[in-house]
């Protein structure tokens, strides 16, 4: 039974939210907890109509998921023109991304198929299963464990984040 949700302006979702739902954004998760609007598999076709969301935020559910690639091109299909999509996720090197429920890694420069402007995206815009979502990326940012009795990792992730070169290096 498959039944489209249908949204007014200004519409949020927080995929994967749990009980952590981001301020102003609609709860999606797969299980019903306190905070989420809709229950459904991201892993499976989203139950919003195509171009329906103005705003999708993602944080750490794409290593998760049996197919980050149909979720990426399933966001794709329900964002709106000119909307926005913000996805977190943990470094491959970052002890996170190594427990035994992540199916993916990541590095800076995954979501780069998706993007048309850079190396990789011109390269391999053919890959079928993309199904043509393209995304610009408008940053990237690598977050740092800040701690304020060692007020000088705010200072090493302001370095880090001032250039694509010092990310690479860090």
């Given at each position: 039974n498959f039944k489209h949700q249908t949204f007014s302006k200004g519409s949020k979702l927080d995929i994967a939210s749990g009980t952590d739902k981001k301020p102003g954004f609609k709860g999606v998760?797969?299980?019903k907890l306190p905070g989420v609007d809709y229950v459904m598999d991201v892993n499976k076709k989203?139950?919003?109509k195509d171009n329906s969301i103005d705003e999708i935020y993602s944080?750490?559910?794409?290593?998760h998921l049996k197919d980050a690639i149909f979720t990426i091109t399933e966001f794709h299909r329900i964002l709106k023109n000119n909307g926005k999509?913000?996805?977190?996720v943990p470094h491959f090197t970052n002890t996170r991304a190594n427990n035994p429920f992540i199916k993916h890694r990541f590095s800076l420069?995954?979501?780069d198929y998706f993007y048309v402007n850079t190396e990789i995206g011109r390269d391999r815009s053919y890959y079928k299963n993309m199904k043509g979502a393209r995304f610009i990326i408008v940053k990237r940012e690598i977050k740092i464990r800040t701690n304020k009795f060692m007020p000088w990792t705010y200072l090493i992730q302001k370095w880090v984040n001032s250039s694509l070169r010092n990310m690479h290096l860090y």
């Open positions: 998760d797969i299980v989203l139950k919003f944080k750490n559910t794409l290593p999509i913000e996805v977190i420069h995954s979501m």
